[in-house]
């Protein structure tokens, strides 16, 4: 019997930090129906706080789910509801999550953040629920009580570090070059809303591709006592914002260590299963990534019934010749890039028991 099934699971309280942002609210509903988690705090700025959640614009393509009554609460009073809910769920802007994050788990909650702020930190794990789950176990300290920030990464590395995970680990990298198509909802509502009303964007992402590649040498790196060791691997990034607006697209080039047939490489690829996959998480897709033949789907299940829904990468456009390896990729990335991702790592979180009983 999979965790997913385990009817013991207690169920946790928690609360969302952001309450009208796109993963703010990708968060509220991929939490509405969670077996594991109950949402019951939602904190705001000044212009939210105070209003019931519900009566907020919805931003996102799917309906709203059926959100239980909840007033959005003031970031004001944050540190002094800290007894309501054990788990917070960051969709905080860098500058705030700076200020209460650490704060929140030196009061002994669990922080899962979606903010940039903590990523590369030593002492807060980088993490990919199915890329890298052992980074996780450095937070052991064999102290229940004490919190920790654990943060989910930055969300157009996803669709191009996880399908990469198994030929690091099977075959060997030399070198790695990722270009990038990225959506207008990576830039949060405000540009969304403003390409809307302008049709016009820039396609310039300024500090991406520096964070991209230093996350994805994390990723792939060695977990140690005092941090991780950065994978040792030559990785190029370029980034671009597109005429689109959900879902993200890597073109990447892998250079292998040796030689090996596409049917080889396509077979580790498909066969390749982690931790969430084995323990039977409620977010986690079948197999972390899927060979497709149409890049982008028509649509996806509602994430608010279906948890599953967007967490899977799709890969498109696969080819091997000699040492290399070409695709392309796609990822919704206010789901499996973000809320998704940061609700599938908290329930890594506590089926491996790094939350206590």
Not at 84 to 99: M, R
Not at 335 to 343: E, M, Q
Request: aromatic letters at 6%; charged letters at 25%.
């Amino acid at each position: 019997m999979s965790i997913h099934n385990d009817l013991r699971m207690r169920v946790r309280k928690v609360a969302i930090l952001g309450a009208s942002g796109l993963v703010a609210q990708r968060f509220q509903q991929r939490l509405t129906n969670h077996p594991w988690f109950e949402l019951v705090a939602v904190y705001g700025s000044p212009r939210t706080a105070g209003k019931d959640l519900v009566d907020l614009e919805w931003h996102l393509p799917e309906p709203r789910p059926n959100i239980l009554p909840i007033e959005i609460r003031s970031m004001d009073s944050l540190m002094d509801d800290v007894q309501d809910f054990e788990i917070v769920f960051s969709a905080l802007p860098s500058e705030v999550a700076i200020t209460v994050e650490k704060p929140l788990a030196e009061a002994g909650l669990f922080v899962f953040s979606n903010a940039s702020t903590h990523r590369m930190d030593d002492d807060v794990p980088l993490i990919v629920a199915d890329l890298n789950p052992h980074h996780l176990l450095t937070l052991r300290n064999g102290d229940s009580a004490k919190g920790f920030v654990a943060c989910s990464t930055n969300c157009t590395i996803v669709p191009a570090a996880l399908p990469l995970k198994p030929l690091w680990d099977f075959i060997g990298l030399d070198g790695v070059s990722i270009a990038t198509e990225q959506s207008l909802s990576g830039g949060g509502i405000n540009l969304l809303t403003s390409f809307r009303e302008t049709n016009d964007h820039s396609s310039e992402i300024p500090g991406e591709a520096e964070k991209m590649r230093e996350e994805c040498l994390s990723l792939l790196g060695r977990a140690q006592e005092d941090g991780v060791r950065l994978a040792n691997l030559p990785v190029q990034v370029t980034v671009r914002r597109v005429n689109r607006e959900y879902g993200h697209i890597v073109n990447v080039i892998a250079d292998l260590h040796t030689e090996k047939s596409e049917q080889e490489v396509r077979e580790w690829m498909e066969n390749y299963r982690s931790r969430p996959q084995a323990l039977g998480l409620p977010s986690a897709p079948d197999a972390p990534f899927i060979f497709v033949d149409n890049l982008i789907p028509e649509t996806i299940p509602d994430p608010a019934t279906d948890l599953k829904a967007g967490m899977a990468v799709r890969i498109g456009e696969f080819d091997v010749e000699g040492d290399m390896v070409t695709f392309r990729a796609w990822s919704e990335n206010t789901i499996r890039g973000a809320a998704g991702g940061t609700v599938l790592l908290a329930e890594l979180a506590v089926a491996e028991g790094m939350l206590g009983e």
